[in-house]
T-cell receptor
Framework: KAGVTQTPRYLIKTRGQQVTLSCSPISGHRSVSWYQQTPGQGLQFLFEYFSETQRNKGNFPGRFSGRQFSNSRSEMNVSTLELGDSALYLC?????????????FGPGTRLTVT | DAKTTQPNSMESNEEEPVHLPCNHSTISGTDYIHWYRQLPSQGPEYVIHGLTSNVNNRMASLAIAEDRKSSTLILHRATLRDAAVYYCILTYGGSQGNLIFGKGTKLSVKP
């Protein structure tokens, strides 16, 4: 099976702009989670979607949002970008019946805000 | 969420076993223990998970203390490819919620 794919892999945006990142889970996986990774804060959970519904949410401001489509593909959006949003954004998928037992991560999208 | 404590870094020689410790003294009865690792410039990778009994898979073994307040990830023969940051994570119930990553242990493998 193909792994989790994320597009784009690299992105440079200007402060104040918005950005949309895309994630395609492993075929058959219905749960998609998003994480932010920075050198200072490490890996932090953003949100999880399952069957097009947000099932769990981390402690991030409302500028961070996401959605999931009927084919399980997911997008996350960050509006009004700030310099501190520069990070590696990781997407992970897992099978319905495995939950958190086995999450498969994509390679990430490196976002740089200038 | 219950917290885990891991050493910041460890070193190992290639082809020798590696024991990565994790303390989780506040673990509850329904918390699962997960291990993930992150190789340089890659996303995290699932390694193993367990609840009470020791577990083995093709990648590693997980030894869980009888009181469950600590666990050890065992790599039987370290290779250079095993150099990574290893994260020990607890999740309530194991099926929902989210993975809370700590700082992890950076494992270096010397040839």
């Amino acid at each position: 099976k193909a792994g989790v794919t994320q597009t784009p892999r690299y992105l440079i945006k200007t402060r104040g702009q918005q950005v949309t990142l895309s994630c395609s889970p492993i075929s058959g996986h219905r749960s998609v989670s998003w994480y932010q990774q920075t050198p200072g804060q490490g890996l932090q959970f953003l949100f999880e979607y399952f069957s097009e519904t947000q099932r769990n949410k981390g402690n991030f401001p409302g500028r961070f949002s996401g959605r999931q489509f009927s084919n399980s593909r997911s997008e996350m959006n960050v509006s009004t970008l700030e310099l501190g949003d520069s990070a590696l954004y990781l997407c992970a998928s897992s099978p319905q019946d495995r939950g958190l037992y086995e999450q498969y991560f994509g390679p990430g999208t490196r976002l740089t805000v200038t | 969420d219950a917290k885990t404590t891991q050493p910041n870094s460890m070193e190992s020689n290639e082809e020798e076993p590696v024991h990565l410790p994790c303390n989780h003294s506040t673990i509850s009865g329904t918390d699962y223990i997960h291990w993930y690792r992150q190789l340089p410039s890659q996303g995290p990778e699932y390694v193993i998970h367990g609840l009470t009994s020791n577990v083995n898979n093709r990648m590693a073994s997980l030894a869980i203390a009888e009181d469950r307040k600590s666990s050890t990830l065992i790599l039987h023969r370290a290779t250079l490819r095993d150099a990574a940051v290893y994260y020990c994570i607890l999740t309530y119930g194991g099926s929902q919620g989210n993975l809370i990553f700590g700082k992890g242990t950076k494992l270096s493998v010397k040839p």
